[in-house]
């Protein structure tokens, strides 16, 4: 069992930054891959980005350019980077973490952009 708490989420202005963090509980279990969705009102849950064990990351393609994944494997940490952020990036964004063979998901947090 893995347990994933985020945080970092709020309310920031149009062009503003904001950093998200997700912490994995301690498991004997190797987490391959983390990772950031999001989901909108009335939208799907969607890829923010992800990042394998060795550092490959994949970028959904809305923010490419503006939001960095990165992350530390000793601590079981994920870190999102947003950056120039634009109110349709307003959503609930949630981590996820692939300990086979399981995918795990944290409890969100709000990230609201104001125009």
């Known amino acids: 069992q893995v347990q994933l708490v985020e945080s970092g989420g709020g309310l920031v202005q149009a062009g503003g930054s904001l950093r998200l963090s997700c912490a994995a509980s301690?498991?004997?279990?190797?987490?391959?891959?983390m990772g950031w969705y999001r989901q909108a009102p009335g939208k799907q849950r969607e890829l923010v980005a992800e990042?394998?064990?060795?550092?490959?990351?994949n970028y959904g393609d809305s923010v490419k350019g503006r939001f960095t994944i990165s992350r530390d494997n000793a601590e079981n940490t994920v870190y999102l980077q947003m950056n120039s952020l634009k109110p349709e990036d307003t959503a609930v964004y949630y981590c996820?973490?692939?300990?086979?063979?399981?995918?795990?998901w944290g409890q969100g947090t709000q990230v609201t952009v104001s125009s």
């Open positions: 996820t973490a692939l300990a086979l063979p399981r995918n795990y």
């Open positions: 301690r498991t004997r279990f190797t987490i391959n891959r």
């Open positions: 990042i394998t064990l060795s550092g490959i990351t």
